[in-house]
């Protein structure tokens, strides 16, 4: 009776290890898929980051390439018209300047 009776308490002991090896285990487990998916979430924070970053970027320099361009246009639009007008304005004057200087002679 007294061997049944360490047999058992052996049993049970033997029952206890193994259930807390385990839970040592299914905790350990756990502790682990969660320390990865941390990572993993933080990891595509981070990438998302730098793709809005990257992104950003790109647009900020085609926007201050856009506008360069538009001012450079306007620029030389500017320049090509008043030249063009100036050069205009100095032939009509100088042709109403002989048609005056011509009229005054015809009237001497």
Same mark, same amino acid.
Request: with cysteine.
């Given at each position: 009776?007294?061997?049944?009776?360490?047999?058992?308490?052996?049993?049970?002991?033997?029952?206890?290890?193994?259930?807390?090896?385990?839970?040592?285990?299914?905790?350990?487990?756990?502790?682990?898929?969660?320390?990865?998916?941390?990572?993993?979430?933080?990891?595509?924070?981070?990438?998302?980051?730098?793709?809005? =970053?990257?992104?950003?970027?790109?647009?900020?320099?085609?926007?201050?390439?856009?506008?360069?361009?538009?001012?450079?246009?306007? =620029?030389?639009?500017?320049?090509?018209?008043?030249?063009?007008?100036?050069?205009?304005?100095?032939?009509?004057?100088?042709?109403?300047?002989?048609?005056?200087? &011509?009229? &005054?002679?015809?009237?001497?």
């Amino acid at each position: 009776m007294l061997c049944d009776l360490k047999k058992t308490r052996i049993k049970y002991e033997v029952y206890e290890e193994n259930i807390v090896r385990v839970v040592v285990v299914v905790v350990v487990v756990i502790v682990v898929v969660v320390v990865v998916v941390v990572v993993v979430e933080l990891l595509v924070v981070v990438v998302v980051a730098v793709v809005v =970053v990257v992104v950003v970027v790109v647009v900020v320099v085609v926007v201050v390439v856009v506008v360069v361009i538009v001012v450079v246009v306007v =620029v030389v639009i500017v320049v090509v018209v008043g030249s063009s007008s100036s050069s205009s304005s100095s032939s009509s004057s100088r042709s109403s300047s002989r048609s005056r200087s &011509n009229s &005054n002679s015809v009237i001497l």
